[in-house]
Structure formats: C-alpha cells, structure tokens
C-alpha cells in the first residue's frame, strides 16, 4: 500500500518509515526484469568524460545498531571475510573489463559498511593493492574511508593513511555511553576521544565527525553536549542526520510486537529540526559554513567528491553484496544475498539484481532533488545540461514551499532559507512526478 506525503503534521512524530532521500526514481520502481538494461549500459563506451566513482562495500559489524537499516553481518567468520574481500576484487575485474569504462580512472573511492575499519589492516592492505592493480588511483582526488571508533588503533589508523585515504569519517553519532547502549552501538565513548587523537596526529586531510540528532533517550541536554564535544575537537567537516526509523529495523520490529506507531524514544521531527539548528548556529559561530541539510564544514573549499559529483550524475560502479550502482544514466544493484553475491561474482557472473533507466527527465529531476539538498540550486546549470529552466519548470511546487515560508526564487535559482533546508527531505517529494509522490507503507 502507499499514501501521499502531502501533510506536514503526519510526518511530526517519528513513525516507521525512510524519510531521507537518496535516489529517484524510487527504489521501489527498480526491477529484476530491467537488469539488460544494466549491461547495456556497460557495455557502451561514454559518451562524455564522466567522472567515474567506486564504492566498495565492507558489510561487517562488532553489532548491528537497533537503527540501521543496511545489508550487515556480525556473525561471518575470517574465512567468510576473505571470500567476501576476494569476491568483491573479482567484481571490480569484471567490471574493469566493460566499455564503459572507456580508460577512465577513478575520481573518487568510497568505503562505506556495515564497517570498513572492521576489517583487518593486513585485509585492507591486500584489497586496496589488488584494486590499485585492476584500476590506478593515481588521479583519484577523494579517497573516503568510514571507521567505528572501536575499530581502530593508530597502527591500523596509519595503514589507512599510507592507503591513500583522504577522508576519514568517524561514526561517533553520540557521546554518552548509555545513549550509544542503548541505540546498539558497539563503541564506547572512551574510545571516541583516542580515535580521533590517533587519526589527527597522522595528519588525514579531511576528519569528519557524525552525528545523529535524536536517538533513543536524547535529551536537549546531552544533544548540545554532543555539539559542544565535537567543536572542541574542531574536525574539517561535521554530518548531522536526524534519526529515521526504516521498516528492517530493529527498533521498527519492537514497534510492531507492541503495536507502535510512533518510534519509543526517538525525539519528534519538529524537536530534531530544532538541535539541528541550534547545532548548525554553534557551528556558524565557531567558524565553520553550513554546506548542504546535514553537513557543516571549517573551510567553504571542503568538499565532499562522492556526494558532489553523484549528485551531479557521475557514474559510480557499487562493488559488495546489496551495493547500488549508476552507470551512464542506468541505476542498478547488486544481489543482496551473501553466499549468491559470491558464488555469481566467482563464477565470471556480475551480481545485477535490479535496474532501471530512468528518462531525460527523471534524470533532470534526480539532479534536481538532490542538489536541493545543498539549500540551492544553480538555475544555469540545468539550463546547460538538460535545456530546462527549473524556475518555470518547477513553478508550482516552489510557489508553494514560498508560501510556506520556506523558501525563495531568485534569479539565480531556488533558494531555501535554513528552516526549509533543515526539512528538505520531506518537502522533495513537491517535485516528483505524480505517481511518484509515495511513500512506501508496511
């Protein structure tokens, strides 16, 4: 079943549901009848000297967060690790091997999980050396790597440096030891101040902190605590999500044992707009420029490549089990079983679960939806790429979030104001086609 998101005040409580956005068309609209579709656009050399991303997908946890919603293991043993590693070399060969790649290098490199840092360094040696063989970093200008603060000495920390990583974000979501028990986090917060120590004196280009606003058990008071800790560690970038609760939860299975609607403990989104705010304000006065909903940064030069350049339409191949891909406009993903994602990938077989082409214009609109994330978008340059003029195009939707208080229409583009930033999420859906306008309903 699905329902129109078109009231504000449904959405004020947190109730079961993925409220960030993160693709469109809907993942929903993506199918295994479609999957050709993946291998023709692998198998044409570019058209344009796109830029070309990898990311890798390291799916091993200490313990699995009562809200994450990824394809995660806890319970895989070393050799099911190395298979996993070995797999995930395999795929990225087999890829190597496609015209799309068309002599292209990889811009940027994201290791995202489950955990990367999870892995051992002797591990991460050997995967990175192996991709390095099949596709040269050498004019790679990002290199994201994201650990659990738990996960890692220095000695591993410098390995990771000596890797070529030039991001590294840690997980740290909060502060209090019984905030992070009780939400399922692994690490404590001991272990929080000497991660980050270790990483900074090896000298990493660009340390981010996360933090989720609105976990079980947060209060206003821990909340800027939690903000006040991370400015005085002054990292080169800060990310702040607002706690969502999707459907394969764990906190969403407790919901429906008790039949609960609204997620125990997990603050309203109208107070997590508010911590957010005040998060962003002691940010602004510590120096640092609010750069898109969820990302403050210490120099306006800092850039994020993996997000900048997806949001811009790179293409980006999804190396791992459940791993999403986007190659020459055609969105695919990968098997989403463990043992069938191995044992496809070691038998020559990519692992292409689902896909979809999406059309010139749900590609304009992709562009469009997530660059609102960044507060603005540059009228010019959908003008350039894809000969349309968002102002008019999009007249309707933007008349009404203005009205609403929530943003402006310049010249330049639409602007939104910091309110309208802080719920960006849930005003995107205006912009939809129509029979896109849903939300998936258990």
Request: net charge neutral; aromatic share 12%; glycine share 6%.
């Amino acid at each position: 079943m699905a329902t129109v998101i078109d009231n504000p005040e449904l959405l004020e409580e947190t109730q079961a549901g993925n409220y960030f956005v993160s693709n469109y068309p809907p993942y929903s609209l993506w199918s295994e009848d479609r999957t050709a579709e993946a291998y023709t656009a692998l198998n044409r050399p570019p058209t344009r000297q796109s830029p070309l991303g990898i990311y890798i997908h390291i799916p091993f946890c200490r313990k699995r967060c009562h809200f994450c919603y990824f394809k995660v293991y806890t319970d895989k043993n070393a050799s099911e690790v190395e298979g996993y590693l070995d797999a995930a070399v395999e795929e990225l060969r087999l890829y190597a091997a496609k015209p799309f790649i068309g002599g292209r290098k990889p811009t940027f490199i994201y290791f995202g999980g489950g955990t990367p840092s999870y892995i051992s360094s002797r591990q991460l040696s050997s995967l990175v050396n192996r991709m390095k063989e099949i596709l040269p970093w050498d004019e790679a200008q990002e290199v994201a790597f994201e650990c659990e603060p738990g996960t890692i000495t220095k000695e591993k920390l410098a390995v990771i440096k000596d890797l070529g990583v030039t991001r590294l974000s840690l997980g740290i979501e909060n502060f209090d030891d019984n905030i992070l028990k009780t939400n399922g986090r692994a690490h404590a917060s001991k272990e929080i101040g000497l991660a980050y120590e270790n990483a900074r004196s090896l000298g990493f280009s660009q340390i981010n902190i996360d933090l989720i606003a609105g976990m079980v058990g947060e209060t206003s008071e821990n909340w800027k605590d939690c903000v006040a800790r991370t400015i005085a560690m002054a990292p080169e970038s800060v990310t702040i999500y607002q706690m969502e609760v999707p459907y394969n939860t764990t906190i969403f299975k407790e919901m429906k044992v008790f039949g609960q609607t609204t997620a125990p403990g997990v603050a309203s989104w109208k107070t997590k707009r508010q911590w957010v705010a005040e998060a962003f304000a002691e940010l602004e006065k510590a120096g640092y420029t609010v750069a898109s909903a969820y990302t403050a940064v210490k120099d306006a030069k800092t850039r994020f490549l993996y997000r900048d350049l997806l949001w811009q339409g790179a293409d980006m191949v999804g190396l791992g089990v459940a791993s999403f891909s986007h190659v020459q406009g055609t969105h695919f993903q990968n098997d989403h079983d463990f043992d069938s994602y191995r044992n496809k990938v070691m038998s020559g077989e990519l692992p292409i679960y689902r896909a979809l082409t999406p059309t010139d214009e749900e590609r304009m609109i992709r562009e469009f939806v997530l660059q609102m994330k960044l507060g603005h978008v540059e009228r010019a340059y959908f003008q350039t790429k894809f000969g349309v003029d968002v102002n008019a195009r999009f007249k309707a939707p933007l008349e009404k979030i203005t009205a609403e208080g929530l943003l402006m229409v310049t010249d330049a583009g639409p602007r939104l104001n910091r309110d309208g930033l802080l719920q960006v999420d849930r005003l995107l859906h205006e912009f939809f086609k129509p029979e896109h306008r849903v939300a998936r309903k258990v």
